[in-house]
């Protein structure tokens, strides 16, 4: 079965870039089946959708209206991971981050464990 | 952006009986072309991912207990548990993604009474 693997620092400094990757296995991340995303849940917003990328003939990438600014995803087929880069962190960024498997026939159905990320000096 | 506002936020409900949790979206989520609304409902519970429970705002994802169900159209959805079991509780969202960004709903917590 599907199974997502979030890796990355806990602990990033104030203006500093954020940086996680989500390993994929039973899937791949070049599929035209699905769409990887990243999402992240904190006391404060809730349940935040960040961005996605997906192929479909070519590579889409979208991104949240809160993030579009600072954020990058990238897809690296070699090793059938993306990634999440989100630049100048705030405390605002402290979240649990989850990369998720959209699934074109409806829903994100595949979660990974989710990794807690803090930002503080 | 589509703004998902769920009520209530929270909700207690005795073992056995009915939990009904709303959600509204700022403008429709039906897409006319293929009748089909693009709202999803997944239940999160304490130190756990979350889970998807209904897609296309009434099919259940395999596995998932037939005593929840989703209903609705337009801008107007439920979720409904038909019996609450003690491991139902747990906070659920409903999400749009008719439109990027997607978003989802504040969250509604679900206890026992």
């Known amino acids: 079965q599907v199974q997502l693997r979030e890796s990355g620092p806990g602990l990033v400094r104030p203006s500093q870039t954020l940086s996680l990757t989500c390993s994929i296995s039973g899937d791949s991340v070049s599929t035209n089946s699905a769409a990887w995303n990243w999402i992240r849940h904190s006391p404060s917003r809730g349940l935040e959708w960040l961005g996605r990328?997906?192929?479909?003939?070519?590579?889409?990438?979208d991104y949240g209206t809160s993030v579009k600014s600072r954020i990058s995803i990238n897809p690296d087929t070699s090793r059938n991971q993306f990634s999440l880069q989100l630049t100048s962190a705030t405390p605002e960024d402290t979240g649990v981050y989850y990369c998720?498997?959209?699934?074109?026939?409806?829903?994100?159905?595949?979660w990974g464990q989710g990794t807690l990320v803090t930002v503080s000096s | 952006d589509i703004v998902m506002t769920q009520s209530p936020d929270s909700l207690a409900v005795s073992l056995g009986e009915r939990a009904t949790i709303n959600c509204k979206s700022s403008?429709?989520?039906?897409?006319?072309?293929?009748?089909?609304?693009?709202l999803s409902w997944y239940q999160q519970k304490p130190g756990q991912s979350p889970k998807l429970l209904i897609y296309w705002a009434s099919i259940r994802e395999s596995g998932v207990p037939d005593r929840f169900s989703g209903g609705g159209s337009g801008t107007d959805f439920t979720l409904t548990i038909s019996s609450l079991q003690a491991e139902d509780v747990a906070v659920y969202y409903c999400h749009q993604y008719y439109d990027t960004p997607w978003t989802f709903g504040q969250g509604t917590k679900v206890e026992i009474k």
């Open positions: 990328t997906y192929y479909r003939s070519k590579r889409y990438n």
């Open positions: 998720v498997r959209y699934n074109w026939n409806g829903g994100f159905d595949c």
């Open positions: 403008q429709s989520i039906l897409y006319n072309s293929n009748k089909k609304n693009y």
